[in-house]
């Protein structure tokens, strides 16, 4: 059993910067994916950013601006998002996929106003 915590979510504004933690309970492979995913109000949840074992992937619209890393020591995964546009606003939320299992933490809301 995995559980996921996300933290850094907050309100920021257009063209500023915030760091998502994502804290993974319990042991984590190396070689299993973390990530993160978005969901807008009355859209669809969204991959956002992916840090595998073959490297990383990004949604063309965050390429740029967000970057994801990862501490595998403490099994969390972060997110880097900067020059954040009003768009961006959404609940982010971290994903892993271990055990033939799919995680997801409670989300935190990252909002983008003036």
């Known amino acids: 059993q995995v559980q996921l915590v996300e933290s850094g979510g907050g309100l920021v504004q257009p063209g500023g910067s915030l760091r998502l933690s994502c804290a993974a309970s319990g042991s984590i492979s190396r070689i299993v994916p973390m990530g993160w995913y978005r969901q807008a109000p009355g859209k669809q949840r969204e991959l956002v950013a992916i840090?595998?074992?073959?490297?990383?992937t990004y949604a063309d619209s965050v390429k740029g601006r967000f970057t994801i890393s990862r501490e595998f020591a403490k099994s969390t995964v972060y997110l880097q998002m900067n020059s954040l546009k009003p768009e961006d606003t959404a609940v982010y939320y971290c994903?892993?996929?271990?055990?033939?299992?799919?995680?997801w933490g409670e989300g935190t809301l990252v909002t983008v106003s003036s």
């Open positions: 994903h892993t996929h271990s055990g033939g299992m799919d995680y």
């Open positions: 840090y595998s074992i073959i490297g990383t």
